[in-house]
């Protein structure tokens, strides 16, 4: 749609007619926004709906469906230099399946919900080969299978992405080990992970091992 009063708005339509609205038009164009932005795709009756490469003044792209002036559908929105999701959009925001590959080669693949991971999803980091495969609530681990290269993995409860509270390391031997994670804030604040836009607080955590819930299983064997 047009930007009224905005004069360096600009609509283009496919034989290079120049228009200042995109009122009621329905077909290919290119709109160029005051703000810098650039859309050329689909119309319907003056709005974005269909398919379509939209560019922001910023360096995003956003390249797929867009309905009713918003993205939805499939798509793949590039952050620049903070990563890229490819997967379905819903009014605007990432919501359904999708990826999300972050500038140092990590993958999220899984839900989302409102522009938040959401659901059942797999994080891989590139620089360990270690996956974390749990449920997100609301962009936040909540219970989770961290596995390590070795095949050694940790199951357990998880909040602010890190391990919270009771779970079990087992081993590739059979062996496991009980105890719980604490965390504790710390004063500083990490930056904000590529899909996320506020900083967090820093935390650190611990191990704590419950003696009494330490089973081997080469002894259980012996007894048996």
């Known amino acids: 749609m047009s930007n009224a009063g905005d004069e360096e708005y600009k609509f283009v339509l496919e034989d290079g ?4 609205s995109s009122r009621d038009y329905t077909g290919k164009a290119t709109a160029h926004y005051g703000n810098g932005d650039v859309y050329e795709g689909q119309f319907v009756q003056g709005v974005r709906d269909g398919y ?15 309905k009713e002036n918003l993205k939805h559908g499939v798509g793949k929105l590039t952050y620049g230099e903070k ?3 490819h997967g379905y959009f819903e009014s605007g925001k990432r919501h359904g399946e999708g990826v999300f590959m ?9 839900w989302w919900k409102d522009g938040f991971k959401d659901g059942k999803g797999t994080y891989e980091y590139k620089d360990t080969g270690m996956l974390v495969k749990g449920v997100w609530r609301k962009g936040q681990l909540t219970e989770a299978k961290w596995e390590l290269p070795s095949g050694v993995h940790f199951d357990g409860t998880f909040e602010n992405n890190l391990p919270n509270g009771v779970g079990k390391w087992k081993f590739q031997n059979g062996n496991y080990v009980c105890g719980d994670y604490k965390q504790e804030v710390g004063e500083e604040e990490e930056e904000p992970a590529d899909d996320e836009e506020e900083p967090k607080p820093k935390i650190n955590i611990t191990w704590n091992t419950h003696p009494h819930l330490y089973h081997s299983a080469m002894a259980i064997n012996r007894v048996i």
């Open 17 to 20: 007619t120049e228009k200042t």
């Open 52 to 66: 379509g490469v939209y560019r922001y003044e910023n360096g995003q792209v956003y390249e797929g469906d867009f």
């Open 83 to 85: 990563g890229s999701y």
């Open 102 to 110: 972050y500038p140092n080669g990590d993958t999220y693949s899984g």
